[in-house]
Antibody
Framework: QVQLVESGGGLVKPGGSLRLSCAAS????????MSWIRQAPGKGLEWVSY????????YYADSVKGRFTISRDNAKNSLYLQMNSLRAEDTAVYYC?????????WGQGTLVTVSS | QSALTQPASVSGSPGQSITISCTGT?????????VSWYQQHPGKAPKLMIY???NRPSGVSNRFSGSKSGNTASLTISGLQAEDEADYYC???????????FGGGTKLTVL
């Protein structure tokens, strides 16, 4: 069965960095586009970033452009999100999801808290 | 401000039907048949309920249906059940600078 497991969240000070990981299993990871979506406490879903199956096409939301970097390692069936220059408004649960235009499988999420 | 507009809340009694709207523009909802709907219970990850406007993934109840007219997509839930109480989000492919956008979400209350 398809499984996506995020890790790497935690408490970080403003201006700090964090790297999120998403371990995929149960499907051919290298065949699928993947996305990161976040949800601030009590708020709605916000699409963050997207990467094609080969990694050659990448998009970012304007709110994270220049600060976040998405990447993947198809040999390790893993998706990553490097987050730099973190701000309080980046505090959220971060989900990875399999992206076939529709997001058909989601991980359980990992909480990132940016606070001094 | 979300790119797609949804009502903040809707409610209905068990057994009734409700419809949640999702309004966009010709650059997203109106321009492509790539509208999806997600259900999210508190503290849980979102779950895909409808894709490509009106298709249900395997395992999703046929009480859930989707449609689209112009720039507005709709999710209808018939025969409301207590377990349907959740937040619902629409999403659409878009020709803007990002590949997809979400609606702001609708809280469904089963009275």
């Amino acid at each position: 069965q398809v499984q996506l497991v995020e890790s790497g969240g935690g408490l970080v000070k403003p201006g700090g960095s964090l790297r999120l990981s998403c371990a995929a299993s149960g499907f051919t990871f290298s065949d699928y586009y993947m996305s990161w979506i976040r949800q601030a406490p009590g708020k709605g879903l916000e699409w963050v970033s997207y990467i094609s199956s080969s990694g050659s096409t990448i998009y970012y939301a304007d709110s994270v452009k220049g600060r976040f970097t998405i990447s993947r390692d198809n040999a390790k069936n893993s998706l990553y999100l490097q987050m730099n220059s973190l701000r309080a408004e980046d505090t959220a649960v971060y989900y990875c999801a399999r992206d076939g235009i529709q997001l058909d499988y989601w991980g359980q999420g990992t909480l990132v808290t940016v606070s001094s | 401000q979300s790119a797609l507009t949804q009502p903040a809340s809707v409610s209905g009694s068990p057994g009734q039907s409700i419809t949640i709207s999702c309004t966009g523009t010709s650059s997203d909802v109106g321009g492509y048949n790539y509208v999806s709907w997600y259900q999210q219970h508190p503290g849980k990850a979102p779950k895909l309920m409808i894709y490509d406007v009106s298709n249900r993934p395997s395992g999703v109840s046929n009480r859930f249906s989707g449609s689209k007219s112009g720039n507005t997509a709709s999710l209808t839930i018939s025969g409301l059940q207590a377990e349907d109480e959740a937040d619902y989000y629409c999403s659409s492919y878009t020709s803007s600078s990002t590949p997809s956008v979400f609606g702001g979400g609708t809280k469904l209350t089963v009275l």
